[in-house]
């Protein structure tokens, strides 16, 4: 056998993936979208297609090959890069078009094609991550008798996914994400309290990233944002969510199946060395006490948004939001207003109005929290509460226990 062409040996990905067999496709343009620690590449394209991809070393690039693939008339060979992605060049080759993603340091790459939605048509994503992922590290408060609570603020969608967008334009992933740094202000400025955001840019960030990053910070609360969207534009007012009894039963299935490969924790016990029924057991306290927690603190939320402003739905909703499935962190949606909604669409525009959002959502966590206060909390001694009527810290939030 001869040995392979050192360029093919330096590769160290080599992926085709097909969806249908080569045919002409339009590239119409590149974007590009940098987050902290990843870099998405998407290319719009006008149909589907089939594509291979090479990771090289040598420098550091991603080559990637489109057949039957052309430059749309007026799109630009070359695109300014961000992130891990110095610049992207496309150039026709042979009855295909090469993408070539020149990196700024060694990177994973994975890609997909992505089929049309409601407001992009087919697109070719790349994802670039580290070479060397290392697994969140826990984060352990001290000293833990007086420690600080954690609250995770999710700010929805970001980066190539706008969300709703509203008649005059709004960008939902914009204004959350100035409400959740608002709500970021409001927690860090309080005693006893701390918070930590998924997002502070416009990048993406796939749902269990979100869970992720607030499980790596032990957070005893995920509060994720939103402003919600609906075909009949008289709608107005805020909604809180917690998640289904069916989609926790769906989240259980999937970790008690998946639990020898998980590196997270239930209630900072392992489950991967845990019989069946032993781990269901566990599994099973830790949710019904994070669903439970989930509930009052929700309640207490939609309280507070209730005396700021209108309500569209006077009880804490259920649904099978991915992003509320962490079975060990009490966890909410907040809809804060209807972006599809002109007037309310308006108001969200104004500063005065994402503040008045945040202080609403902020007064509910505090009172929760006050009428709660998690054992070993800053908050319990400043209550004066010896013995928390609802203890957050045994659902496994807010530090791993031995």
């Known amino acids: 056998m001869q040995p392979l062409p050192l360029k093919i040996a ?25 987050a902290p620690d990843s870099t998405r590449v998407v290319l719009d ?27 749309a008339r007026g799109a630009h060979p070359a695109v300014r890069g961000s992130g891990a992605v110095k610049d992207v060049r496309l150039t026709p080759i042979s009855g295909q078009l090469r993408v070539v993603l020149n990196l700024a340091r060694a990177s994973q790459a994975k890609s997909f094609l992505a089929k049309p939605n409601n407001r992009y048509g087919y697109r070719l994503v790349i994802d670039l991550g580290s070479p060397a992922a290392a697994k969140p590290v826990k984060v352990e408060h001290a000293p833990r008798e007086s420690r600080d609570l954690i609250i995770a603020i999710d700010a929805g969608h970001g980066g190539e996914d706008p969300g709703a967008i509203g008649k005059n334009g709004l960008r939902e992933k914009d204004v959350v994400l100035a409400i959740a740094k608002e709500l970021y202000a409001k927690v860090n400025a309080e005693t006893g309290m701390k918070a930590v955001l998924t997002r502070n840019g416009d990048y993406f960030l796939p749902l269990r990233e979100r869970m992720r990053r607030a499980r790596a910070q032990s957070a005893d609360l995920f509060v994720s944002i939103h402003a919600d969207s609906i075909r009949d534009r008289t709608i107005d007012g805020s909604s809180v969510y917690i998640l289904s009894q069916r989609g926790a039963t769906d989240e ?3 970790w008690l199946a998946e639990r020898e490969n998980a590196s997270d924790l239930i209630g900072g016990v392992s489950l991967d060395d845990k019989d069946d029924v032993l781990a269901s057991v566990l599994l099973d306290v830790s949710q019904t006490a994070s669903l439970s927690a989930s509930q009052s603190a929700a309640e207490r939320v ?25 079975p060990d962190i009490p966890s909410m949606l907040v809809e804060t207003a209807y972006i599809s909604n002109p007037q309310e669409e308006q108001r969200l525009r104004t500063p005065a109005q994402r503040e008045k959002l ?25 209550a004066g509460a010896n013995t928390p009527r609802e203890d957050l810290a045994s659902t496994g939030g807010g530090g791993a226990s031995n």
């Open 302 to 326: 939609l309280r507070s948004l209730s005396q700021a402003g209108e309500v569209r739905k006077p009880q804490v909703q259920e649904a099978r939001f991915m992003v509320l499935k962490s």
């Open 358 to 382: 945040a202080a609403a959502i902020h007064r509910g966590l505090h009172e929760y929290f006050y009428a709660n206060p998690p054992a070993g909390t800053r908050i319990a001694q400043l």
């Open 45 to 71: 394209l006008t149909g589907s297609a089939s594509h291979s991809l090479v990771v090289m070393h040598n420098p550091e690039r991603v080559v990637l090959d489109v057949p039957g693939g052309h430059l």
């Open 252 to 254: 259980a299935s999937r």
């Open 10 to 34: 330096a590769a160290l990905v080599v992926t085709t993936l097909s969806w249908s067999s080569a045919h002409a496709v339009d590239v119409r343009g590149v974007r590009v979208w940098a």
